[in-house]
């Protein structure tokens, strides 16, 4: 009788171990987990804020450093780029066409105008300090349209390095954070009704869940406008990525002719077949798109919307805190002056301008 080695044991004795990115996974799952209890019991603090402060503890944390630098590390950075694509994908069920167009045309021309004054001026001051590769880039769209989950779409068309996305996060997430405790107390010294001081939060105040924070303080009516001119500037997500995703073909094109007139024809076009065109518009915008049609029907029930935002929540949690255990302080600290002035910069240019804004539009 011939004895069958149990299924565990067979794969011990060959050898086998979880896949690469399941330890950095289970480890982001980790560090969800902390952050939620941490937003439990300190509901001031935005969850997606506590995962971000978490995974760059996590980094730098003597017994987790190494985990968080090695084995872990496949996973971490998995979780940084494809669960922030999921979770900007279920973003999408965020936002009503319905509910956008019932804010007037007013609003909606005043947030154009500061997202856009936000983006370039910040881009252009960045790149006028010399911070490095595409930091200038990501931090203005940070500012200008949706915190972290901007950087995350924008750096995946783009190519950026994964240590400039961590940086640009840590800093959008950091003066998101603040503004949590400051603006409310400029409310009344600035002469804001309730409902006008949402639209001001909305239009400054960088990430969702910070806004959230920061309108309720307010009360209901400043909570809703605020949320709603919020999601105004998470709908320009798309066509700014598909700017983005057009402007990167372009130069593509641009540098494969200066090669081909460099080098000759036929050795460009061998190695043109290698290249990875970016998509004009990213997979996960369109499925962004989508989510965002689908809303505006009024066909989900409650119970589906309730659930799909809080697995957007996890999600967006888990990317993060892949995204901020890849901060380096230490590195940080090269540019770290630099990095703050044009955060404190850029947190005036669009505080100020949405605040005339508000005052044009109210």
Known sequence: MTLTAAPGRARQAAGWRPPAPAYGLGLAAAGVATAWGVHRLLPVVPLLTAAVVLGIVAAHLPGARGLVRGVCRAGLSLAGKRLMRLGIVLLGLKLSLNDVLGLGWATVAMV?????????GTWWLGRRMGLRG?????????????????????SEVSDSDERDVATSVALVTLCGTLAIAVLPLLQHPLGLGDEAFGRWVG??????????ATAQTAGPSALGDAVLVKLVRVALLAPLVAALATSVRARGRAKRTEDRAAQGEGAVQGEETQRRRPPLVPLFVL?????????????????????????????LAAALFGLGSAVHLPSLTRTGARVAALGLCAWVVIAGASYGGVLLTT
């Not at 154009?112 to 983006?119: D, E, P």
């Not at 595409?134 to 924008?154: E, F, H, K, M, W």
């Not at 989510?291 to 697995?311: N, P």
């Open 112 to 120: 154009l105008g500061v997202v856009a004054a936000t983006f370039c």
């Open 134 to 154: 595409d930091q200038p880039l990501l931090i203005a769209t940070g500012y200008s349209i949706c915190g972290a989950s901007a950087i995350g779409a924008v």
């Open 203 to 212: 239009a400054s105040v960088h990430d969702v869940g910070q806004v959230v």
């Open 287 to 315: 499925g962004f798109l989508a989510m965002t049609a689908l809303r505006s029907t009024d066909v989900l029930s409650s119970t589906v919307l309730d659930t799909a935002a809080t697995a957007q929540e996890l999600l």
